[in-house]
């Protein structure tokens, strides 16, 4: 079925998102809100903090962040992460030479990021081969409806069939994706 799939969605690719924190935050900009609305708050964001960097962040005023449209939780979420930046507890120049976990531990260890959003970090972003985001819906949705008759697979089932793909299971992950929704969606 992969297979089909990739000839089927063959000449796109997977891209990198730029710049690690202009990615992060972006990624904490969209949670639990439309595309649309991510897109109009990231717009008065850009707006505001032009050259987003972590220290321009630190530097902005909280209540200028809210009037972007973040709410008073996402403001703290991107301090804290801007935060990490300048104190020097992201070690982007080290994650080359880390493992997976070891980026994922690093990155969840800020506010507002949990093991899903650095997974789609380390695609996205990363570009790494071999995640595996077992508690994506959309990749539960893909599995479900080319090898489980339509049922979503559960933990167990959704990561053994992972293993038939490692280790490229990001870009199985991409393309199962592509099967639900051709358009990619840019974390």
Same mark, same amino acid.
């Given at each position: ?6 000839t089927? =969605?063959?000449?796109? !690719?997977?891209? /990198?998102? $730029?710049d690690? @924190?202009?990615?992060?935050v972006?990624?904490? #900009?969209?949670?639990?809100? /439309? ?10 964001? /850009?707006?505001?903090v032009?050259?987003m ?10 209540g200028?962040?809210r ?9 703290e979420? #991107?301090v804290?992460?801007? +935060?990490? =930046?300048? *104190?020097?507890r992201?070690?982007v120049g ?17 506010r507002?990021? $949990? ?5 789609? =970090?380390?695609? @996205? ?6 995640? =595996?985001?077992? *508690?994506d819906? $959309?990749l539960q949705? !893909?599995v ?7 049922? +979503? ?12 793909? +490692?280790?490229?299971?990001s870009? !199985? ?5 592509? /099967?639900? *929704?051709?358009?990619? #969606?840019?974390?």
């Amino acid at each position: 079925m992969l297979a089909i799939l990739i000839t089927r =969605f063959a000449g796109n !690719a997977l891209v /990198s998102r $730029g710049d690690p @924190f202009v990615t992060l935050v972006r990624s904490i #900009v969209g949670q639990q809100i /439309s595309v649309r609305a991510a897109d109009s708050v990231w717009a008065r964001l /850009s707006a505001v903090v032009p050259t987003m960097t972590p220290l321009a962040v630190v530097h902005t005023e909280r209540g200028v962040l809210r009037d972007c449209g973040l709410s008073a939780r996402k403001v703290e979420y #991107v301090v804290d992460l801007a +935060r990490h =930046f300048v *104190d020097g507890r992201i070690h982007v120049g080290r994650w080359a030479g880390m493992g997976d976990d070891e980026v994922i531990a690093e990155l969840t260890a800020v506010r507002g990021i $949990g093991v899903w959003t650095a997974e789609m =970090f380390l695609i @996205f972003n990363q570009m790494r081969p071999d995640v =595996f985001p077992l *508690d994506d819906i $959309g990749l539960q949705k !893909a599995v479900g409806a080319h090898y489980c008759g339509g049922e +979503r697979p559960g933990r167990r089932l959704l990561a053994s069939y992972g293993e038939r793909w +490692r280790p490229w299971r990001s870009v !199985a992950t991409w393309y199962l994706w592509r /099967s639900l *929704d051709p358009l990619p #969606v840019e974390y």
